[in-house]
């Protein structure tokens, strides 16, 4: 153990004395932020800004049949016998001034706190769907075939009818699901205390003989409905800061994760250059394992990538002004991304041991690093790639590395990196299986390294 | 008393047989040369007893214990002085000796104390702070082996660590070997410079082909030849039928050819040479030069192979 310490130790004494490597991981990713966010960075939205849910509105019903329809049932039933004339033509008046989807469109979803929370337009349920398919809106909002009338129904009667609001989600958005179901359920917790303060004020109008007085002063109840519903506060949302990133906030974070794959690069150098340089035949001699040896680089890997995120993060908090919004998020995200970096370096560098050649850790630092970097969204973020190309981003590290950082940046928890973590500590044990099974492959790896003389 | 014993171990690399079934052993104390010429089996023998290499049969014993089966029991007190520089080019020469020191076991105050002692041993005192691809290639020479000493070891084995440097650091390290064996260490040293094994080693192995062709002390070495001297005739080019008539010679024990040298083994001494010069002329064969030397390991190793140790 002890000498896998020193083995780690002097790792890292190699690494800040290397003066081109030093320059790959930390100079390069902060000289690229600057240039790409300079150049590309016009496309991104001012850093800090909420970033609003695309939601879509699908009214199934028509509202203005729904309003005559029950006008028509003012001079029907028992609500004719509870109504003077007055009464009723100043019911009527209050009906026809009040839209009970513009009341959820516009009082609630267009009230201060949640306008800028929720991006709606208005489609019809095709389109809606089809937009939902296409992750172009996050959910969709679906108000029932007779909701005005059954509205007016709960507003203005004494009876309740049941309003079922549908609102689909996308399986990629089940977060943002999760908020605009709570945002349509403040809503109707809202309408529902008015309406049973409506009903108990027409029960005891009722007993007092004074129905009509309280028909009359109907239009005054609704209109403090209103009132309280632009009041709704959506737990959920005072929770979730979600953000959108400007240009720097989204290179630094985009160069760090394709920057990171340099130090598994270094790192898969590492074993070979030891066995080169015959150092690894002298730890051998004093009693040193190769998989002691492995053992440290691979500490040494996860320690190293640790140390280039946290610099690279702070270094663009004083260079480019980028606030990251969740450090310990930030640091568990380096963890995992160091042990996948480290299991991935390990694999190169036990192939190219075995190969007793560089080529290996050279395609991958010239070519693969390239690839990943443009299909992980480094270069150009993934909204704008090709559809096709960008799917594989959840595949590669770098991609994972880049869309965990974003998220906790826009100012989603843990739990939406969740799976980010886990698939990339199930790449780092993928990987590491690939190691023990290459390692295993053809009789082993222990005594290998040695020409006849 | 023997440290190492060796019984007929085998290394084979597919169908190379790199080492070919030796049997030796090394004595506690002593300074034990392996000569052979390069592609020998010298450094394949050492790396199986450095535990680098597993040998295809045979045993190595250390201290009456395999060192298959248990290897710290070598590793423990082994200190191995590779052929080619092992140290970090880019960490200062006192990081190396601090990393390779802790690999060896020590720790805080012995280890700075070892280090003290060890740079002023190999001379590098005044550049320990410097990055060793600083480094003269006789300094790293030094270098290297002064790691393998920080944890005094009782074994130690050199492979070749004389090649491509100065006289000077050569002189330096010829010294340290002898300081080393003088202080109670034993020595296992490969070389294919004769002069450093005859100057140097108590006892001698000569291997060639993987196989162990001489063993004994230099005298006793050159003593089996059984030649009070050997002629050396340098010739523009070698007529294989001048050999056959040098060989008919009743004086010359064997002839042998190395490039264009031929070599005479010659029983007794005498006045052969006009015989000699006879059979040069007949053979109408120009005479470039000719010296006459005394038996050396050189010739020795000659007169069993047929061929020079640095062919």
């Known amino acids: ?453 | 008393m023997n440290l190492v014993e060796i019984q007929g171990v085998k290394k084979h690399f597919g169908e190379i047989h790199a080492v070919d079934g030796i049997d030796m052993h090394v004595k506690k104390g002593e300074i034990l040369g392996l000569l052979g010429p390069n592609g020998a089996g010298k450094s394949t023998t050492i790396s199986m007893i450095a535990t680098l290499l597993e040998p295809t049969n045979g045993t190595i014993l250390f201290m009456g214990e395999s060192i298959q089966t248990n290897p710290k029991r070598i590793q423990e007190v082994l200190g191995f002085v590779p052929q080619e520089i092992a140290l970090y080019p880019t960490l200062t020469g006192k990081e190396n000796l601090q990393f390779w020191g802790r690999v060896y076991g020590l720790r805080s105050s012995k280890l700075k104390e070892r280090i003290s002692e060890i740079s002023q041993v190999i001379g590098l005192e005044e550049r320990l702070k410097d990055r060793v691809d600083t480094y003269s290639g006789g300094m790293k020479r030094r270098l290297n082996i002064g790691v393998a000493l920080l944890h005094k070891p009782a074994f130690i084995i050199m492979d070749e660590p004389t090649v491509g440097i100065d006289p000077q650091s050569r002189s330096f390290i010829l010294d340290t070997v002898r300081e080393l064996r003088d202080q109670g260490s034993t020595v296992l040293y490969t070389t294919h410079y004769i002069e450093e094994v005859e100057s140097l080693c108590d006892r001698i192995y000569i291997m060639d082909h993987g196989k162990i062709i001489a063993e004994g002390t230099k005298e006793s070495l050159t003593e089996m030849i059984d030649a009070s001297e050997v002629i050396r005739l340098s010739v523009e080019a070698v007529d294989p039928m001048l050999i056959t008539t040098l060989q008919e010679l009743k004086f010359v024990e064997k002839a042998v050819v190395e490039a264009n040298s031929i070599f005479l083994t010659v029983k007794e001494n005498g006045n052969h040479y006009q015989s000699i010069m006879n059979a040069l002329k007949e053979s109408g064969t120009e005479l470039k030069g000719m010296d006459i030397q005394k038996p050396s390991l050189e010739t020795v190793f000659l007169h069993l192979t047929g061929r020079g140790l640095r062919d």
């Open chain 1, 1 to 453: 153990m002890i000498r896998i310490w020193e083995i780690i130790k002097k790792d890292f004494k190699i690494i800040v004395s290397d003066r081109k490597a030093l320059f790959i991981i930390l100079a390069m990713p902060i000289l690229l932020t600057g240039i790409l966010s300079m150049a590309l960075g016009g496309s991104f939205q001012e850093s800090g800004k909420r970033m609003a849910i695309p939601v879509a509105l699908v009214v199934e019903g028509d509202a203005e049949l729904d309003q005559e329809r029950f006008i028509s049932l003012l001079d029907s039933g028992p609500l004719k016998a509870s109504m003077t004339q007055d009464s009723r033509a100043e019911l009527e008046g209050a009906i026809r001034d009040l839209s009970p989807i513009a009341m959820f469109q516009e009082d609630f979803l267009g009230s201060e706190g949640i306008e800028e929370l929720v991006e709606l337009t208005v489609m019809d349920r095709e389109m809606a769907e089809a937009a939902l398919d296409a992750t172009e809106v996050h959910a969709v909002i679906v108000l029932p075939k007779h909701y005005t009338y059954d509205m007016y129904m709960n507003f203005f009667t004494p009876f309740r009818n049941q309003i079922e609001v549908e609102v689909l989600g996308h399986t990629d958005y089940q977060y943002t699901l999760r908020i605009i179901k709570e945002v349509v359920t403040g809503f109707f917790q809202v309408i529902n205390t008015g309406i049973i303060e409506k009903n108990v004020l027409l029960s005891v109008g009722s007993l007092a003989g004074e129905s009509e007085v309280v028909y009359e002063n109907m239009d005054e109840i609704i209109k403090g409905f209103v009132g309280s519903i632009e009041g709704v506060q959506i737990q959920e949302l005072q929770g979730t800061k979600r953000v959108h990133v400007d240009g720097f906030t989204y290179y630094s974070a985009a160069m760090l994760a394709m920057f990171v794959l340099f130090t598994a690069g270094f790192g898969s150098r590492s074993l070979l250059t030891e066995k080169r340089d015959h150092t690894a035949n002298r730890m051998q001699s004093a009693g040193v394992s190769l998989l002691d040896m492995m053992v440290g680089k691979w500490v040494m890997m996860v320690g190293l990538t640790i140390c280039q995120m946290v610099v690279l993060f702070m270094f663009s908090w004083f260079a480019f002004g980028v606030r990251w919004t969740s450090p310990a998020g930030l640091l568990i995200t380096s963890l995992v991304v160091g042990m996948a970096i480290a299991s991935l370096g390990t694999l190169i560098s036990l192939i190219s041991y075995r190969s007793n050649n560089y080529k290996v850790a050279n395609l991958f630092e010239s070519v693969i690093v390239q690839v990943m970097a443009l299909l992980g969204g480094s270069y150009i973020p993934l909204e704008v790639l090709p559809k096709g190309l960008s799917l594989v981003a959840p595949f590669t590290i770098n991609g994972l590395t880049l869309q965990a950082i974003i998220t906790l940046q826009r100012g989603f928890g843990f739990l939406s990196v969740l799976w980010i973590w886990a698939a990339l500590l199930g790449i780092s044990m993928g990987l590491l299986l690939l190691v023990f099974g290459l390692s295993r492959w053809k009789g082993g790896i222990q005594h290998e390294n040695h020409s006849m003389a």
